[in-house]
């Protein structure tokens, strides 16, 4: 065989691979017939046959389609009019000066080089066609380029709108996905762009400790997942070995990352210490967001966005954290005026009202019907001040020691649901018997569903 045949041959395998996606094939296995199966597969689930716009109709040419998705996504990432709002009176916990000049001070090649051989080489392209990959590979011939586009960054904290564009692909929550919303929108964004934000995320997650408090346990270097599910089920426990009533309220925002507004986010940033110049950095990585949206593999119109924050970029899951660590900072001040009891657990009954994970968060009431209106008027404030509304619809709550009259009057007081427990939190269950036959069933089929591929 021939090293052109060979190239030619390792070139199709990677492509294939690349679009497969498939992360759990050793490197260097061949399998291109597998890749095919997978990417094929993918491309069946993906393809949007028809669609029900919000009038019920049924769409089902690709030009109905492709308006009917165009116009949402505007809308989506539209702000809408309305009164600027400011938030007082609570503890900001702002990071150190020594942080924050550390923060903003000049990017260096190592800083870039260590950013760019981090990420996924084979993570998918956007706009430019580029993957990591060929950073990666091309760093001798490129670095002096990309130190330059850092230290012009540095001083402009501008990013122009090809670096910063970005594809939404559309990818069904699930099957038979019928209307828009059914379907979750994932943004590839320009390799340029990934590499910026890998930087500046590498300096974030020095100091998000210094101002998120400890009952967010996403993202925050320390702080593991397992702790929030132990927590959490160790509350619950000890509030049902003690007799006393109480409510587990799990809520759920409305497009959580999509209604985050950037001019809330710079006055939280402003608020927790950051300085002048990184705040102009995330304004500008924010600020120059354009959208087109893949629409069965092509590339459909321009939407220019005026708030949200973008799933796929690096930083958006820590920027939303700080966004969300707010609520918590209210929860916390309602408790200090003692407008919020919440449970009381642990020897030194140390007072807990919420836990957090990201966009996941979980409430902890007493049964009074006092507080409980109390802290739906939190979630209504938090709303109003940063646009995310919660969603009643898919927000649920919980009894502890309550009869069914208790939760009829609960389900009409907070406009959602009572469900039964055990129910799933972050993955894992939450208020059953861990001894108990079929509590861990849940877990086992999602474990037997990946396992069979």
Same mark, same amino acid.
């Given at each position: 065989?021939?090293?052109?045949?060979?190239?030619?041959?390792? =070139?199709?395998?990677?492509?294939?691979?690349?679009?497969?996606?498939?992360?759990?094939?050793?490197?260097?296995?061949?399998?291109?017939?597998? $890749?095919?199966?997978?990417?094929?597969?993918? =491309?069946?689930?993906?393809?949007?046959?028809?669609?029900?716009?919000?009038?019920?109709?049924?769409?089902?040419?690709?030009?109905?389609?492709?308006?009917?998705?165009?116009?949402?996504?505007?809308?989506?990432?539209?702000?809408?009019?309305?009164?600027?709002?400011?938030?007082?009176?609570?503890?900001?916990?702002?990071?150190?000066?020594?942080?924050?000049?550390?923060?903003?001070?000049?990017?260096?090649?190592?800083?870039? $080089?260590?950013?760019? $051989?981090?990420?996924?080489?084979?993570?998918?392209?956007?706009?430019?066609?580029?993957?990591?990959?060929?950073?990666?590979?091309?760093?001798?011939?490129?670095?002096?380029?990309?130190?330059?586009?850092?230290?012009?960054?540095?001083?402009?904290?501008?990013?122009?709108?090809?670096?910063?564009?970005? $594809?939404?692909?559309?990818?069904?929550?699930?099957?038979?996905?019928?209307? @828009?919303?059914?379907?979750?929108?994932?943004?590839?964004? +320009?390799?340029?762009?990934?590499?910026?934000?890998?930087?500046?995320?590498?300096?974030?997650?020095?100091?998000?400790?210094?101002?998120i408090h400890s009952t967010q346990g996403a993202f925050v270097q320390g702080r593991q997942i397992l702790d929030a599910v132990l927590i959490a089920n160790e509350i619950v426990d000890e509030k049902r070995r003690s007799g006393e009533k109480g409510v587990v309220f799990k809520i759920d925002f409305e497009k959580a990352y999509d209604h985050v507004k950037g001019d809330f986010l710079d006055l939280v940033l402003e608020k927790k210490g950051f300085s002048s110049k990184w705040r102009s950095w995330m304004r500008g990585c924010l600020s120059s967001v354009s959208y087109?949206?893949?629409?069965?593999?092509?590339?459909?119109?321009?939407?220019?966005?005026?708030?949200?924050?973008?799933?796929?970029?690096?930083?958006?899951?820590?920027?939303?954290?700080?966004?969300?660590?707010?609520?918590?900072?209210?929860?916390?001040?309602?408790?200090? =005026?003692?407008?919020?009891?919440?449970?009381?657990?642990?020897?030194?009954?140390?007072?807990?009202?919420?836990?957090?994970?990201?966009?996941?968060?979980?409430?902890?009431?007493?049964?009074?019907?006092?507080?409980?209106? +109390?802290?739906?008027?939190?979630?209504?404030?938090?709303?109003?001040?940063?646009?995310?509304?919660?969603?009643?619809?898919?927000?649920?709550?919980?009894? @502890?020691?309550?009869?069914?009259?208790?939760?009829?009057?609960?389900?009409?007081?907070?406009?959602?649901?009572?469900?039964?427990?055990? @129910?799933?939190?972050?993955?894992?269950?939450?208020?059953?018997?861990?001894?108990?036959?079929?509590?861990?069933?849940?877990?086992?089929?999602?474990?037997?569903? =990946?396992?069979?591929?």
């Amino acid at each position: 065989m021939t090293p052109k045949l060979e190239e030619i041959i390792l =070139r199709e395998e990677i492509h294939w691979r690349q679009k497969a996606k498939v992360k759990w094939v050793k490197d260097g296995d061949c399998n291109s017939k597998l $890749f095919h199966k997978v990417a094929n597969g993918r =491309r069946n689930r993906n393809f949007i046959k028809f669609l029900e716009n919000e009038r019920g109709l049924v769409l089902d040419n690709s030009e109905s389609i492709t308006e009917e998705i165009l116009l949402y996504f505007k809308k989506l990432y539209s702000s809408p009019p309305g009164e600027s709002w400011r938030v007082e009176g609570i503890d900001w916990s702002p990071i150190s000066e020594e942080s924050a000049s550390r923060l903003d001070s000049p990017f260096y090649e190592e800083e870039i $080089f260590n950013a760019i $051989f981090q990420l996924d080489r084979d993570m998918a392209s956007g706009p430019d066609g580029f993957t990591i990959a060929v950073f990666q590979d091309c760093w001798d011939v490129i670095k002096e380029d990309l130190v330059r586009v850092f230290a012009e960054f540095h001083n402009s904290g501008i990013i122009n709108q090809n670096t910063n564009a970005s $594809f939404i692909v559309l990818l069904p929550k699930k099957s038979r996905s019928k209307k @828009i919303s059914d379907f979750r929108p994932i943004n590839l964004i +320009t390799c340029l762009f990934k590499v910026i934000a890998e930087v500046l995320l590498g300096r974030l997650r020095g100091v998000l400790h210094e101002t998120i408090h400890s009952t967010q346990g996403a993202f925050v270097q320390g702080r593991q997942i397992l702790d929030a599910v132990l927590i959490a089920n160790e509350i619950v426990d000890e509030k049902r070995r003690s007799g006393e009533k109480g409510v587990v309220f799990k809520i759920d925002f409305e497009k959580a990352y999509d209604h985050v507004k950037g001019d809330f986010l710079d006055l939280v940033l402003e608020k927790k210490g950051f300085s002048s110049k990184w705040r102009s950095w995330m304004r500008g990585c924010l600020s120059s967001v354009s959208y087109a949206i893949l629409v069965n593999g092509n590339a459909k119109g321009w939407v220019k966005a005026s708030r949200g924050l973008r799933q796929g970029d690096p930083l958006s899951p820590f920027l939303f954290t700080i966004v969300a660590n707010v609520l918590s900072r209210m929860l916390l001040k309602a408790e200090e =005026r003692s407008l919020l009891e919440g449970f009381r657990v642990g020897r030194n009954r140390c007072r807990v009202s919420h836990l957090q994970f990201a966009d996941d968060t979980i409430l902890f009431a007493n049964f009074s019907e006092e507080e409980l209106q +109390t802290l739906k008027s939190l979630l209504l404030v938090f709303g109003q001040v940063f646009g995310l509304k919660v969603n009643l619809d898919k927000s649920n709550f919980f009894c @502890i020691n309550l009869d069914q009259n208790h939760l009829s009057r609960l389900a009409l007081m907070l406009d959602c649901k009572a469900l039964d427990w055990p @129910i799933l939190y972050l993955g894992l269950p939450l208020g059953g018997n861990p001894i108990a036959c079929g509590f861990w069933d849940p877990v086992i089929e999602r474990i037997s569903r =990946r396992l069979d591929g």
